[in-house]
């Protein structure tokens, strides 16, 4: 697991911001691909708030954040796999992990068809650590994921991605 510092960081999440319910809104209207929904690095579970109440929601993060929270370490354990995960959202994860390209890698074994995500890439928000949006998307594509769509929402990207499988199954 991570350091107990960086950990406790992530317990208590004071003040959510306007912003984060945006984007977890915004997120959740673009879900499309039927089954369960993971929310790796879940938060305060802003998406579930917008789902259907008929969609499975399973938060994933750190710290256990209610009784249903899965507790993963993304720099170091695997990801849960569950059954009927339809959609993979990651909100406001990839810019606090230590290898995110790894991380992405990961992301096909949860078994999701659908990966909505946020990330800001250094070349278009001007920060000097991170992956460029080039190398974040060739790092997707490389997991088996094309994008469908990428929408500027509340000081974010976001990025709908879809298996390369969908179409082959739909």
């Not at 929904?37 to 802003?46: A, E, K, R, T």
């Not at 074994?109 to 000097?128: E, K």
């Not at 949006?133 to 709908?160: C, M, P, T, W």
């Amino acid at each position: 697991m991570e350091s107990a510092a960086k950990i406790a960081r992530w317990g208590v999440l004071r003040n959510e911001k306007r912003a984060w319910r945006v984007r977890a809104k915004a997120a959740a209207k673009m879900i499309e691909v039927p089954g369960g929904v993971m929310d790796l690095g879940c938060g305060n579970m802003l998406v579930e708030r917008f789902l259907s109440r008929r969609r499975a929601y399973l938060p994933v993060d750190c710290v256990q954040r209610d009784h249903r929270t899965v507790i993963c370490d993304f720099n170091t354990d695997p990801l849960p796999v569950v059954e009927d995960c339809g959609v993979l959202v990651v909100l406001g994860v990839l810019e606090h992990l230590e290898q995110p390209k790894e991380f992405i890698g990961k992301l096909p074994s949860c078994g999701a068809l659908q990966w909505v995500i946020s990330y800001h890439p250094a070349d278009v928000f001007g920060s000097v650590r991170g992956m460029l949006e080039g190398e974040f998307i060739q790092a997707v594509n490389l997991a088996g994921f094309s994008l469908k769509d990428r929408v500027h929402v509340a000081q974010n990207i976001l990025y709908d991605f879809r298996s390369r499988l969908v179409g082959k199954l739909v």
